[in-house]
T-cell receptor
Framework: AQKITQTQPGMFVQEKEAVTLDCTYD???????LFWYKQPSSGEMIFLIY??????QNATEGRYSLNFQKARKSANLVISASQLGDSAMYFC???????????????FGKGTMLLVSP | EAGVTQFPSHSVIEKGQTVTLRCDPI?????LYWYRRVMGKEIKFLLH????????ESGMPNNRFLAERTGGTYSTLKVQPAELEDSGVYFC???????????????FGPGTRLTVL
C-alpha cells in the first residue's frame, strides 16, 4: 500500500487565487511528521512546511498552510494568493517514528504539478 | 549560509562505466541522506549517515552502489558498474539534529541527473 498518496498529478490555478494540494498518508505509528517540498523547474527541492502528528494547530508559513486532519490521515497544502513563481512540482513526504529516535527517512508521494496562470 | 550542494549537476555515462556523485551538506549538519528519483516514480530513500557512520542503508538497491562519508563532512555515492536502470535524479539532503524537533527538517540539494546510455 502506498504510504503517501497525492491524487492530483496536475493542478491549474489563476494568479491570486488559493489552491489546495491533496495528500493522504498511511501509517500505524502514533508519532510522525509530514512535510511539503516544492521543486521548481530548476530542480532543487525547497522545504515549505512541517506538521508534527501531535501538533494541535495547523502549521502555517507565510502563504502556505497545512490542513491537517489526523482522523482522515490527510495533510493538504493550501497556498493562498497564488503567484506565477508558485508553478512547480509539489511533494508531500512523511517521516515515521518519533523525532529523536535516530530514524528519519522520508517517504514521498509522486508529486503534484501546479501551474499558475496570469 | 550555504545550502546543500551536489556535483555534478548532470552526468551522462555508458553502461558499465563508473560514476561518482558528491554531496556537501550544510555546515554543521551531522545527518546526511541520499535519495533517488527514477523517471515517473517516487523519490526513494537510499541511505542515511550520521557523521561518518551509516545509520540506515536499507534503501541501497544493490552492491553496485557504494556510499562513503569520510570525516563526517561531504559524501560520495559511487555506482560501479552503472546499468541503464540507474538513470534518474540523485538527491542529497542534510539535517542538523534528530534529537530536536525543529532541526529535524531535511534540506535538499539540487540533485544530480544521471543518464546511463
Amino acid at each position: 500500500a502506498q504510504k503517501i498518496t497525492q491524487t492530483q498529478p496536475g493542478m491549474f490555478v489563476q494568479e491570486k487565487e488559493a489552491v489546495t494540494l491533496d495528500c493522504t498518508y498511511d501509517t500505524s505509528d502514533q508519532s510522525y511528521g509530514l512535510f511539503w517540498y516544492k521543486q521548481p523547474s530548476s530542480g532543487e527541492m525547497i522545504f515549505l512546511i512541517y506538521q508534527g502528528s501531535y501538533d494541535e494547530q495547523n502549521a502555517t508559513e507565510g502563504r502556505y498552510s497545512l490542513n491537517f486532519q489526523k482522523a482522515r490521515k490527510s495533510a493538504n497544502l493550501v497556498i493562498s494568493a497564488s503567484q506565477l513563481g508558485d508553478s512547480a512540482m509539489y511533494f508531500c513526504a512523511m517521516r515515521e517514528g518519533l523525532y529523536g529516535s535516530g530514524y528519519s527517512t522520508l517517504t514521498f508521494g509522486k508529486g503534484t504539478m501546479l501551474l499558475v496562470s496570469p | 549560509e550555504a545550502g546543500v550542494t551536489q556535483f555534478p549537476s548532470h552526468s551522462v555515462i555508458e553502461k558499465g562505466q563508473t560514476v561518482t556523485l558528491r554531496c556537501d551538506p550544510i555546515s554543521g549538519h551531522d545527518n546526511l541522506y541520499w535519495y533517488r528519483r527514477v523517471m515517473g516514480k517516487e523519490i526513494k530513500f537510499l541511505l542515511h549517515f550520521v557523521k561518518e557512520s551509516k545509520q540506515d542503508e536499507s534503501g541501497m538497491p544493490n552492491n553496485r552502489f557504494l556510499a562513503e562519508r569520510t570525516g563526517g563532512t561531504y559524501s560520495t555515492l559511487k555506482v560501479q558498474p552503472a546499468e541503464l536502470e540507474d538513470s534518474g535524479v540523485y538527491f542529497c539532503a542534510s539535517s542538523q539534529d534528530l534529537r530536536e524537533r525543529d532541526t529535524d527538517t531535511q534540506y535538499f540539494g539540487p540533485g544530480t541527473r544521471l543518464t546511463v546510455l
